[in-house]
């Protein structure tokens, strides 16, 4: 069974700093780009960074670059997003997700995970 399991969530003023992780198991971590996605109460779910399955290439939102940022550790089977400068409007849940194209995985991921709250105060 596959599962993605993310954690690091929370409560943060405005300038703060989270970190985000993904664990993984069940799949061949290695073979499967990662992507990370948000979703706030009445919109619809955007796409926030992805990793290639070596790590050579990343890709952003053009708004997050700069501020958020992408990597993975194949060894533990794990995603992080590292979220930093938060505003209000980066208040969503976050999810996680796994494909088979990083470039594409905004299209059409095969698993994900259920999530993790992501409230930023002002």
């Known amino acids: 069974q596959v599962q993605l399991v993310e954690s690091g969530g929370g409560l943060v003023q405005a300038g703060g700093s989270l970190r985000l992780s993904c664990a993984t198991s069940?799949?061949?971590?290695?073979?499967?780009?990662m992507g990370w996605f948000r979703r706030a109460p009445g919109k619809e779910r955007e796409f926030v960074a992805s990793?290639?399955?070596?790590?050579?290439?990343?890709y952003y939102t053009d708004s997050l670059k700069g501020r958020f940022t992408i990597s993975r550790d194949n060894a533990k089977n794990t995603v992080y997003l590292q979220m930093n400068s938060l505003k209000p409007e980066d208040t969503a849940v976050y999810y996680c997700?796994?494909?088979?194209?990083?470039?594409?995985?905004?299209?059409?991921?095969?698993?994900w995970g259920q999530g993790t709250q992501v409230t930023v105060s002002s």
């Open positions: 990793i290639t399955r070596n790590s050579i290439n990343t």
């Open positions: 069940g799949l061949i971590f290695s073979a499967y780009a």
């Open positions: 997700a796994a494909g088979s194209d990083a470039r594409n995985i905004q299209h059409g991921a095969g698993y």
